[in-house]
Structure formats: structure tokens, C-alpha cells
């Protein structure tokens, strides 16, 4: 009995060594994204900064575009998590709130991790192709707000244009996932309101409404107040 609650013992120090090495890992590469940026992220310079020798990351991570991918799932899921807490907190019945909530906290998020937003939404990095692993993370935000604008039933005219066709692998995968079949419209505007919300927050942190609006976080309030309203979300 003793030798096999040491061998258990022993198995569960390896397994809490390896996540607690693979943990430092991810945390260097992240600092790094911000210094090097996505395109410059190399496991040498990782392994430098945790004091491993470029050999010894591979035990830990095969590739640097295993990296990659790791990095996106986590940093994926950081917001959408982010995003689903922020409209949990509101009350059920305000959709205006819950929205708002939801953009500010990506919002947040993304000035908060600049090296990481660049990641997610910047330059694709040369050679790399993101995995299938990484699309449920990174359509958690989407969701989000998808499902506001689905339980606020505002009303939704029709567009200068039949978008149909266009969106209508989006309302599958919205179907898959459990939801109603949503008109093809909705869609459209959530994926528009999507776009618009991270284009906003893209160039506040490039640098492109410099000099244009006087404060960046009312000019997102109302960017996303607005398309919210575009897809249906109203204030009461």
C-alpha cells in the first residue's frame, strides 16, 4: 500500500511540476507578445527568459506554432470569459445593459493586453494557420452578444440588401449550438456590430483615433450603443 500511494504521490509531483513549468512558459510568451509582438515570438527567446535551455521548451511545448495555438485558446477564453461574466452581472430584463456590459468588458480586456489583442485580432502571423482547436474559443464573444440580441427582440427591418445567402453558414452554427434559427438579418447586424466593436477597439490601440475623438471610452460607449441599437438592443 505504501508503494503505490508513492508511486501516485510521486506521478501527481511530475504532473504539478509539468503545469507549473508549462505555466511559466505561456506567461514569458505572453510577455513577450508585447515586446516582440506575434510575428517576433520565438521559443529561444521563451526559453531564455525562464532559464531553459531552447531543447528543454520542447519537452514542454513541440512547436511555435503549438505556442501559437495555445496562447490563442487561453487568451480566447480569458475574454470570452470576460465578456460572460460582464453580462451575467446584469439584470435579465435590460438588454441594453447587458450589451454595453458585454463590449466594455471586451473592451477592457483588450487595452489591458495589448500584446495579446495583437494576437487575436492583428497581423496574421507568417506561416502559421490557426487549428480548428481555436474556434469555439474565439467565437465566445460573438455568442455573447448573438444571444443578447436574440433575447432582446427589438424589431430589425430589412436591409438595402438580401444578406441571406451571405450569413447563412453563421445561422447554422448559431442553430447548432442550441439556439433558435435566427432571421438572416439578426445575423448579419450581430456579425456587423462584432466587427464594428473590435475595429473600434483596434484603432484606439493603434493609434488611429488620435486626435479624432476626445475620449476614447465615451466614443466606444456610443460606437457600441449604437450598433447594439442597429441589432435590435434598445434602452427600455
Same mark, same amino acid.
Given at each position: 500500500?505504501?508503494?503505490?500511494?508513492?508511486?501516485?504521490?510521486?506521478?501527481?509531483a511530475?504532473?504539478?511540476?509539468?503545469?507549473?513549468?508549462?505555466?511559466?512558459i505561456?506567461d514569458?510568451?505572453?510577455?513577450?507578445?508585447?515586446t516582440d !509582438?506575434?510575428?517576433?515570438?520565438?521559443?529561444r527567446a521563451v526559453?531564455?527568459?525562464?532559464?531553459?535551455?531552447?531543447?528543454?521548451?520542447?519537452?514542454?511545448?513541440a512547436?511555435?506554432?503549438a505556442?501559437?495555438?495555445?496562447?490563442?485558446?487561453?487568451?480566447? #477564453?480569458e475574454?470570452?470569459?470576460?465578456?460572460e461574466?460582464?453580462?451575467?452581472a446584469? #439584470?435579465?430584463t #435590460?438588454?441594453?445593459?447587458?450589451?454595453?456590459a458585454?463590449?466594455r468588458?471586451?473592451?477592457?480586456?483588450?487595452?489591458?493586453?495589448? !500584446?495579446?489583442?495583437?494576437l487575436?485580432?492583428?497581423?496574421?502571423?507568417?506561416?502559421?494557420?490557426?487549428?480548428?482547436?481555436?474556434?469555439?474559443?474565439?467565437v465566445r464573444?460573438?455568442?455573447?452578444?448573438a444571444?443578447?440580441?436574440?433575447e432582446? !427582440?427589438?424589431?430589425v427591418?430589412?436591409?438595402p440588401?438580401?444578406?441571406?445567402a451571405?450569413?447563412?453558414?453563421a !445561422?447554422?452554427?448559431?442553430v447548432?449550438?442550441?439556439?433558435?434559427?435566427?432571421?438572416?438579418?439578426?445575423?448579419a447586424r450581430?456579425?456587423?456590430?462584432?466587427s464594428?466593436i473590435?475595429g473600434?477597439?483596434?484603432?484606439?490601440l493603434?493609434g488611429?483615433l488620435?486626435n479624432a475623438?476626445? #475620449?476614447h471610452?465615451?466614443?466606444?460607449?456610443?460606437?457600441?450603443?449604437?450598433?447594439?441599437a442597429?441589432?435590435?438592443?434598445?434602452?427600455?
Amino acid at each position: 500500500m505504501l508503494g503505490g500511494m508513492t508511486a501516485r504521490t510521486a506521478r501527481t509531483a511530475r504532473e504539478i511540476a509539468r503545469e507549473t513549468i508549462t505555466r511559466e512558459i505561456l506567461d514569458a510568451a505572453r510577455a513577450r507578445l508585447a515586446t516582440d !509582438g506575434p510575428g517576433g515570438l520565438s521559443l529561444r527567446a521563451v526559453a531564455r527568459d525562464v532559464g531553459m535551455v531552447s531543447s528543454a521548451v520542447y519537452r514542454y511545448v513541440a512547436s511555435r506554432d503549438a505556442l501559437l495555438t495555445a496562447l490563442l485558446v487561453e487568451c480566447y #477564453d480569458e475574454l470570452g470569459a470576460a465578456v460572460e461574466a460582464a453580462v451575467a452581472a446584469q #439584470d435579465d430584463t #435590460d438588454h441594453a445593459a447587458r450589451w454595453l456590459a458585454a463590449c466594455r468588458a471586451a473592451r477592457t480586456w483588450c487595452v489591458t493586453h495589448p !500584446g495579446e489583442f495583437a494576437l487575436l485580432y492583428g497581423t496574421p502571423v507568417p506561416g502559421y494557420a490557426a487549428p480548428q482547436d481555436t474556434i469555439e474559443p474565439a467565437v465566445r464573444v460573438v455568442l455573447a452578444l448573438a444571444s443578447v440580441a436574440a433575447e432582446a !427582440g427589438g424589431e430589425v427591418p430589412p436591409g438595402p440588401t438580401d444578406v441571406t445567402a451571405l450569413v447563412a453558414d453563421a !445561422g447554422r452554427y448559431l442553430v447548432e449550438r442550441g439556439g433558435d434559427e435566427p432571421a438572416p438579418e439578426l445575423v448579419a447586424r450581430t456579425l456587423m456590430a462584432w466587427s464594428g466593436i473590435f475595429g473600434t477597439i483596434s484603432f484606439e490601440l493603434f493609434g488611429h483615433l488620435t486626435n479624432a475623438v476626445a #475620449d476614447h471610452a465615451d466614443w466606444f460607449d456610443a460606437v457600441a450603443t449604437r450598433l447594439g441599437a442597429d441589432a435590435g438592443v434598445r434602452p427600455a
